[in-house]
């Protein structure tokens, strides 16, 4: 079976197209440019590269299409364009007719959890970002246009290399303290990057998976004050100090600590992509937790406690950083 990847040179494409070769999987490789040091790697796994940009019509789709069973969505163009939320949905629908066209007999994408209730599109209450809301807008541009979808949802993924690690491991080094604002108490389930692998791998395996949305998230259940406390403690880091509210000042720490205020000190302390960093941020405010976990149940994949997924990650950051 011949499968494509689109968004191959990303954090999760890099890691699932060498586990598709694996499984004895065809893979090719949409890539916006086969200069990159991602797209060598993926060439040197065994990969095929296509030289394409989702963005445009000149083809590239067409042949990326050719000959393909089953076709992975994993494009994300924050960062690279003003307008990338009306981009993504715009190469989504491409992508879908492109795939249709071509006879794709499914097409797999990975967005977040949240993002689907407010009719605001994110403007009107603090607990949908702006992040959140395309990535399922592009679910939606997807399933209008393409063949069958699985639509994979996911929180927070955590592993060496991803925006939420770098996130986490720049908190923990550099800031001294963290306020607590009403809002961090909001809940989330992150999933490390092997077992978010697992479930992308193993829909081809699973008919059942196809036409339908999945849920999937870790076993804890945690705010993202205890998440950074995890990522202390593997760092061998004390918890981080928090400001505590008092009820004279209750006032003004609410207003400083706002989600766009949090967002842009997220952005200058990551060591990653801070645009990504400050959008991870403006979501934190809504809970991002699995509320159907039918769809888990569908797959033989057990995910990791975070403790695990966090000291995987540091290990292979070390390793990485070495080699």
């Known amino acids: 079976m011949r499968v494509l990847v689109a968004g191959a040179t990303g954090f999760v494409g890099r890691a699932l197209a060498p586990e598709l070769l694996e499984h004895g999987l065809e ?28 963005t445009e019509d000149d083809g590239a789709l067409e042949r990326a299409l050719h000959g393909v069973q089953v ?3 994993l494009v994300h163009m924050m960062g690279r364009v003003d307008d990338w939320a009306e981009q993504e949905r715009l190469a989504a629908r491409r992508f879908g007719a492109a795939a249709s066209a071509a006879g794709v007999e499914r097409v797999i994408y990975l967005g977040g959890l949240g993002g689907d209730d407010d009719p605001t599109h994110g403007r009107g209450r603090p607990g949908i970002s702006a992040h959140l809301r395309s990535r399922h807008d592009v679910a939606i541009a997807l399933e209008e246009t393409g063949p069958p979808l699985t639509y994979f949802r996911a929180a927070m993924i955590v592993g060496a290399g991803s925006e939420s690690y770098e996130l986490l491991r720049s908190i923990v080094q550099r800031l001294p303290a963290l306020p607590t604002p009403d809002w961090l108490s909001s809940k989330t389930q992150p999933i490390g ?7 992308l791998t193993g829909a081809i395996e699973v008919p059942e998976s196809a036409g339908r949305e999945i849920q999937i998230g870790g076993p804890d259940l945690l705010t993202h004050l205890d998440i950074v406390d995890a990522m202390s403690r593997e760092m061998g880091h004390n918890p981080k100090r928090r400001l505590a509210k008092r009820k004279a000042f209750d006032a003004v720490l609410d207003a400083a600590a706002t989600p766009r205020a949090v967002a842009a000190a997220a952005g200058a302390v990551t060591t990653g992509n801070d645009q990504v960093a400050s959008a991870i941020a403006l979501g934190l405010p809504g809970d991002t937790v699995v509320t159907d976990p039918s769809g888990m149940a569908l797959f033989d994949v057990r995910p990791e406690r975070l403790s695990v997924v966090i000291h995987r990650a540091m290990e292979e950051a070390e390793d990485e950083a070495r080699s």
């Open 193 to 199: 990057i092997r077992e978010t692998v697992a479930y």
């Open 27 to 54: 893979v090719r490789c949409l890539v916006r440019s086969a200069d990159s040091e991602a797209a060598a790697e993926l060439r040197e796994e065994g990969c095929e590269l296509v030289v394409g940009d989702v």
């Open 71 to 73: 076709a992975y969505f």
